[in-house]
Nanobody, 123 residues
Framework: VQLQASGGGLVQAGGSLRLSCVAS????????MGWYRQAAGNQRELVAS???????NYAESVKGRFTISRDNEKNTVYLQLNNLKPEDTAVYYC??????????????????WGQGTLVTVSS
């Protein structure tokens, strides 16, 4: 399964962005999806996650400002970032827990990552 993220950019503090991530491939289904971020010099951290049924989980630092959602028919996950702060500056990665099938019918369980999209928040 391939993940393609988009929507990053440069925004002033207090501004908003919307990130999108589309999953594609052959014969697959997606379970949990999420967004992670990695700032320079820091480890990658979970920002938000969402189950196939729509149950969400957020890092404390983004609660009330970021909203994760998904469209199961489009295999897409979104992250709405509001009231952005300079400390939100990071590369944002989408992640998906996928189940796919090879041509011989063998199942493959994987944790897939997008290529990352840079969010820069200026003060």
């Amino acid at each position: 399964v391939q993940l393609q993220a988009s929507g990053g950019g440069l925004v002033q503090a207090g501004g908003s962005l919307r990130l999108s991530c589309v999953a594609s491939g052959r014969r697959f289904s997606i379970n949990n999806m999420g967004w992670y971020r990695q700032a320079a010099g820091n480890q990658r951290e979970l920002v938000a996650s969402i189950t196939k049924r729509g149950e969400t989980n957020y890092a404390e630092s983004v609660k009330g400002r970021f909203t994760i959602s998904r469209d199961n028919e489009k295999n897409t996950v979104y992250l709405q970032l509001n009231n952005l702060k300079p400390e939100d500056t990071a590369v944002y990665y989408c992640e998906a827990d996928s189940l796919s099938w090879l041509d011989d019918g063998s199942p493959v369980v994987a944790r897939d990552w997008g290529q990352g999209t840079l969010v820069t928040v200026s003060s």
